[in-house]
Each structure stands twice: as C-alpha cells, then as structure tokens.
C-alpha cells in the first residue's frame, strides 16, 4: 500500500485500502466488539414512551394551520403537504410531512492503525429505534443541535467535521432523506482521516471495514445514518478487479462492478442524459397545506391518522436519555403501519454485476427524481391503491428463493424522527429479461459510487443498498456473515 494521507495518495490506492480494510475482521477482537454492541453501557440508555400531540412539552400548535412547530423555532415542523404528479397511478394526494430546512453534519472519523484504515463508530440509543441502541456515525447533529439551541452539552468529535483539513477529506456532500416523509431534508455526509491520536469514550470505538460489514448483516443494527455515510466510501477505481479480482460467481461480479475500466451496460454520459429525460419527463407540483384539514387525514389530541388505518401516523414521544447533549425532551414522530421492501434485482452482464435502478419520483425530493432502489414499497400500503400503482418487480422480489438472495436484512430508517420503521433490504440475483423501461436502467456499481458523490441523484435508500452490496465485498456473496458468538 502506497505511503502517506489516505486523502492524498491515488484513486486507486484508496479504494485498495477500503477494500483491505473490509476484509479485515481481527478475530480476536471480535468477542469484544460483540460484548460492546450488545450490551450497552450507561451511556446508552434511553426511555421513549409514546404520548399524545397535546401534551408534547416545547411544541406549539399554529392556530391558524394547526402546523407542529418547537417553541425556539428550531429543530423541525410537521406540516401539510398536497402533491400532484399528472398521469401517475394516485396523481393528487395531500399528506403530513416533515419540514426540516437546516442541514446536518453526518461524520465518519477514519485513521488508519497497523496498515488498516478504522473507523470510529458511535453506539447511539434513537427515540425511535425498532431496537434501542444502534452503529452509528462519529457525528449525527443537526444545526439546531451542534449549535446547540437546546442549551444542552455539545457534540463530542464535532471539530473534525466544522474545520477539516483538506488533505483529510475523504468524502463531502450533501444527500437527501426519505422524500415521502421529509420536505427537501439534507444532510452533509462527510468522511474526515485523521493522523492524530484520539482516545474515544465509552460509546465509541475503532473498528474496521469488515466489523462493520459484519454488523451490517444483521438486523436493526445499523443506523441509516451509518449507512448513508458508507456509501460514500470511494470503493470504485480503474483496475481494482486485477487487484481484487478471480474467482468465478457473484464476488467476482461484483469485484469487477467497482472497477471502472470493466464494462457496463450503458456509459456514464448515457445515464446521466437518461436521469435528465425522466427529470424533464415527469412532473411534480407541490405545495403546502394546513395539516388541519386534510383530506383523508383525521386529527385527534392522541395523534393524526389516514383514514384507511395505513400509510404512518404523527404521534408525540416523551424521552429521556442517560447521555446526550439532553437528558430529557418531547417531539412529534412519523410512526408507519408496515414493513417495507426495499430491494434491487442485480444480474451480470458480461461477467460486470448491474443493479436495475429506478428514476423515482417522490413529492420532497429537491429535483424530481432521484435514483432508486428497482422496488421501494411498503406492501401492505398497496391494499388501498389503484391496482397499477403495484411496482413492476416487486413478485420477482417476494417471489424469490433463498439462493437467488445475496443479501437480506431488516434495518432500521432514520431513528430520530421515524418510531419503528423498518425495511426488509435486499439484493436478489435475477435473469429477468426486458428489464429496462423509460423509468429503469441497469447500472455498474461504480457508477452509483460515482453518482453518489454528487448530491440528489441517488435516494438514501438506494445508498443503503450501496453500502450492504459494498459489505459482500469480503464474504461468499452470499449476505454476509453474522457476528462471531
């Protein structure tokens, strides 16, 4: 491995090194490191009891468009939203969503130890987490929270990633949340190397690619917020597949699917003039409403509610925390009915693995589209809508035996502002033919990666898949390997 700062040596050096460091499991670390994740100091305890909106503390009600906002006006708002999409399957419907127009820092520490690029990873307790205490990035702050608003302590390790040295940043761009749920909501993901020495608390520790990978292949977890930030590791690079390569099968595939001197269905330029045709293509108008009132919404002091019993609710949670920047506040969180599927079909071609992505359009994207994973859906949702609004592939997905599944894991989404919402992830290996459609294309890993480093082409979910596909890196192929007992 080349000298010098991880930022400054080559393209292909680096991606050398994060692919080394996914292959490293320091198995005689490994009991420790599962002592740490499952069974959480004092740091990390956290009650979160669901209560009425009417008794959130710090939260008004507008009387004028009954919008949830916090009493600093900081933080976020629920409000109203109507969206119409021409010619979609539902074209109008109004909704209640999260405004929350400040950007946050999502920071990933590196250094490198021994040879091997670690990463500091932070145990974290979300009110809304399926599972209490999850990986999560070095950083997760919003604005109002590193600038602390609240009055509280401030964020440990925020210095790294408000001042970083050029030479130390390995990865910096703003991406997008769930566009469903969140009203133009980004965040600042960044991955900063540091070369001095850092003595971490309880709550966190060094780990390295492969632990994380490991972690990754279990259920809940994973933070998403984790997930964001590793899919923006540069694991692409022209010529990795001689570096990493041979072997036969879906490693090998995948192998040469980061390397971007391997062939791919379509070029680059190719799918870029194609996400710009479904940006010009199709249209989306938005525009707020007064969450009182909606239709098909119903309000109560407990909570607001679809009429059909689907889809989320906005419900109040009351929390208190042993160790944060607070010890003690209330909020209102979007709480789904239903598990989600969130899955990509990949398949070789020419011996390169391709995922089909899909040109999504969701009402809280910045620019119309953005790619997606080939199913995103929440199955159950389906039972009251128009029967072609059931995605193209989502039978080839449910309809798929275990060997066709690379990968399968129920994570959690974005913990601080969702309660308990999860999706089944998957990678299913297919052989569909006449995949690709106006709003469908077969894409190489390294171009995601490449998309990924500038902002609102690939949505948080697709990223997510991005980083559970990079996990498969040092393993059969197969979705990982679990945690050594």
């Known amino acids: 491995m080349a000298g010098g700062s991880l930022a400054a040596r080559t393209r292909r050096d680096r991606a050398l090194a994060i692919a080394r460091s996914a292959s490293a499991i320091r198995a005689p670390e490994s009991d420790a490191v599962r002592r740490w994740l499952t069974t959480p100091g004092p740091a990390s305890r956290m009650t979160a009891d669901v209560v009425p909106l009417t008794a959130l503390q710090g939260w008004r009600r507008d009387p004028a468009t009954g919008d949830l906002h916090h009493e600093s006006g900081r933080f976020f708002t629920v409000q109203g939203l109507t969206a119409e999409i021409p010619g979609a399957p539902v074209d109008r419907w109004s909704q209640p969503i999260i405004s929350q127009p400040e950007i946050g820092i999502l920071g990933l520490l590196a250094r490198e130890s021994d040879g091997v690029l670690e990463f500091l990873m932070q145990l974290k307790r979300e009110p809304g987490n399926h599972n209490g205490v999850q990986l999560a990035p070095t950083v997760q702050a919003t604005r109002s929270n590193y600038t602390r608003v609240h009055g509280g302590r401030s964020v440990p390790f925020l210095e790294f990633f408000r001042d970083p040295p050029p030479h130390g940043l390995v990865a910096d761009v703003r991406q997008s949340e769930q566009g469903a749920w969140f009203f133009r909501k980004r965040n600042r993901n960044m991955i900063v190397l540091t070369d001095g020495h850092v003595d971490p608390p309880e709550e966190f520790r060094w780990l390295t690619l492969g632990q994380v990978h490991r972690a990754l292949a279990e259920d809940d977890l994973v933070n998403m917020d984790a997930r964001t930030v590793l899919s923006c590791l540069p694991f692409a690079d022209a010529g990795l597949a001689r570096e990493l390569g041979g072997g036969s099968g879906f490693r090998a595939a995948l192998v040469r699917s980061c390397d971007e001197d391997e062939p791919s269905r379509h070029t680059t330029d190719d799918l870029l003039m194609w996400i710009t045709d479904a940006r010009s293509r199709h249209e989306i108008r938005t525009s707020r409403a007064p969450l009182d009132g909606l239709p098909h919404w119903r309000r109560t002091d407990e909570k607001i509610s679809h009429e059909s019993g689907l889809f989320f609710d906005v419900v ?30 990949a398949k070789p071609i020419d011996g390169v693995l391709h995922v089909l992505a899909h040109a999504r ?28 609004a059931r995605p193209p592939f989502l039978d080839e997905v449910l309809g798929a035996g275990p060997e066709r599944i690379r990968y399968a894991a129920t994570l959690s989404e974005e913990g601080g502002r969702f309660h308990h919402a999860r999706n089944r992830y998957l990678v299913v290996e297919t052989d569909v033919e006449d995949a690709e459609s106006g709003d469908y294309r077969w894409v190489a890993l390294h171009q995601l990666a490449a998309l990924v480093r500038h902002s609102h082409y690939v949505n948080v979910q697709a990223r997510s898949l991005l980083a559970c596909l990079h996990s498969l890196f040092g393993g059969s192929g197969r979705g990982g390997a679990a945690l050594p007992t």
């Not at 909020?331 to 969130?342: L, N």
């Not at 997606?372 to 029967?387: D, E, F, I, K, Y």
């Open 316 to 345: 109040g949670v009351d929390v208190r925390a042993g160790k944060r920047e607070v010890l003690r506040w209330a909020q209102p969180m979007i709480r789904p009915h239903g598990e989600g599927v969130v899955a990509f079909l």
């Open 361 to 388: 359009v969701e009402p809280g994207y910045v620019d119309v589209i953005e790619l997606a994973p080939t199913v995103q859906c929440t199955p159950a949702n389906l039972a009251c809508l128009p029967a072609d």
